[in-house]
């Protein structure tokens, strides 16, 4: 459950809003809990956090979902996104699709892009909700213009295969590019391919190369054995300065 944990956490991010706690606030778990248990919403939300980041005992999990349901039930979207997380994936409570898309929709509305992208998903895939592509496309669409990477992505293979919304290369690659500059590595494997292929851009392999060398240093041989295809039409020089410039890549993160 190690990997629904980390989406938990993802999708926590916490809402600008107004809030008696201020930063330094958070520092004390204790000071955290005092906080929740006057009602502050953000708190709630973080301390539920907490618990599902301890020891991942059934008495954690189970406080992990009491508070975030206190938070959920005040509106607070960060928490509500979480619960949906725990209703979908059953971590802590009895898996419940229709509750944890009904959780995301709330979220979704209040504009938390990574509950739009997890409305998207359960759009696409018929999960808690009849299967709806143009609807998984708005709620991509939506998280996408605030700049969510992974929706950035889902928008780009929509538009790609005409899936929802009508099929669009040239946008698809767009919508991708933008999902690669953030260093989501799927996106930046997808790049890659495209200009290896002038796939709804225009055919350039030193490009192609430098995006596949990006995406290989996450993604690992399924890049690497696409790398090798462009290395081949490249010349010496010419791969060892794009790998040169992957130094100052690897610094700067």
């Not at 928490?79 to 802590?92: D, F, K, P, R």
């Not at 690659?173 to 002038?198: D, I, K, N, V």
Request: glycine content about 10%.
């Amino acid at each position: 459950m190690k990997k629904w944990r980390h989406l938990l956490v993802v999708l926590g991010v916490m809402l600008a809003c107004a809030s008696a706690l201020g930063d330094d606030d958070f520092d004390d778990e204790m000071q955290v809990r005092r906080w929740a248990l006057l009602g502050d919403t953000q708190a709630q939300n973080m301390l539920g956090l907490l618990y599902l980041e301890g020891e991942g005992s059934v008495e954690n999990i189970q406080e992990a979902a009491y508070w975030l349901e206190q938070a959920a039930d005040q509106g607070h979207a960060g928490a509500q996104a979480n619960l949906g997380v725990m209703y979908l994936t059953g971590e802590g409570e009895e898996a419940d699709e229709r509750h944890a898309f009904s959780l995301f929709r709330r979220a979704a509305m209040q504009g938390l892009t990574s509950a739009q992208v997890a409305l998207g998903y359960m759009y696409e895939n018929g999960k808690g909700v009849d299967t709806n592509v143009e609807e998984a496309v708005f709620w991509y669409q939506q998280a996408a213009q605030q700049g969510n990477a992974s929706a950035q992505h889902h928008l780009a293979l929509a538009l790609q295969e005409g899936e929802g919304v009508e099929k669009n290369i040239p946008l698809a690659a767009h919508w991708q590019a933008l999902a690669a500059e953030q260093g989501l590595s799927t996106a930046q494997f997808q790049m890659g391919l495209r200009y290896l292929h002038g796939d709804g851009v225009e055919r350039d392999l030193i490009t192609g190369y430098t995006y596949l060398l990006k995406a290989s240093m996450k993604v690992g041989s399924m890049a690497l054995d696409s790398r090798e295809l462009v290395s081949s039409d490249l010349t010496v020089e010419q791969i060892s300065e794009i790998r040169d410039d992957s130094r100052y890549w690897k610094v700067r993160s």
